[in-house]
Structure formats: C-alpha cells, structure tokens
C-alpha cells in the first residue's frame, strides 16, 4: 500500500484489519480505545479521521461502526491524498477543519467515482 502513516496509525488499521476478520464488523471506539492503549474518544476519531485522509479506510456517516479497509486498487487515491498533505505542511496550511476535511471527501469522491466509470 502506498499510503503515509505514522506507526500508531498502522496499528489501528491492523487492529480494523483483522477485528472486520474476525467479527465481520468494525471495533467500537471503546474496543479500539482500549486495544490502543488511547486514553479518549476523541484520539481514536483524530487517527480515523487521518486513516480516511490518507485513503485508508471508508467511513459511512450516521452509521456506528461503519469502516470498510480500502484495498490496493485505491493506492492512487492515497497517493493523491498523501501528496495534498504534504503540501499543506509544508506551506502552513491547516489540515483539520471541518471545511478542509469536506474538501478532501469530495475529492475522494469524484477520484473514486472516476475510477469506478473507468473500469
């Protein structure tokens, strides 16, 4: 996979990976919380909200746990996404408002929806 993630974000996903595996469905924040040793709520979203940026998982809004692990046919995504991270660093650009991340979905969007009328 050709995404960017920090060690503790490879983690949570191994942890997505393999509890979809097992169980068939995603971990619950408190599952994850606890399984990562994260203290709050709030820290497990802020790494799921980096894991989607980046193009590694799906979230389906208004749905409890309702993550899809994106497979290796979405690497260009994540490479995009990777690429419009690092320039947003490197120019000072902040990456976590609300408008920012609306931004990035829609582009996720129209990228996947180009593929898919591709295929």
């Known amino acids: 996979m050709a995404y960017a993630l920090t060690p503790t974000q490879?983690?949570?996903l191994d942890l997505i990976r393999?509890?979809?595996?097992s169980t068939g469905t995603a971990p619950s924040f408190d599952e994850m919380r606890a399984a990562m040793g994260i203290n709050s709520k709030a820290g497990i979203h802020r790494l799921l909200i980096a894991l989607e940026d980046r193009g590694a998982i799906r979230r389906l809004s208004g749905r409890a746990r309702a993550i899809e692990v994106v497979g290796p046919q979405d690497d260009v995504l994540a490479a995009v996404m990777a690429e419009i991270d690092?320039?947003?660093d490197a120019e000072g650009i902040a990456t976590d408002s609300p408008l920012f991340r609306r931004l990035k979905q829609r582009?996720?969007?129209r990228l996947s929806a180009a593929k898919g009328g591709a295929a």
């Not at 393999?18 to 595996?21: N, V, Y």
Request: charged content about 25%; aromatic content about 8%; glycine content about 8%.
């Open 10 to 12: 490879h983690r949570l």
């Open 107 to 109: 582009l996720r969007q």
């Open 86 to 88: 690092g320039f947003c």
């Open 18 to 21: 393999r509890h979809l595996a």
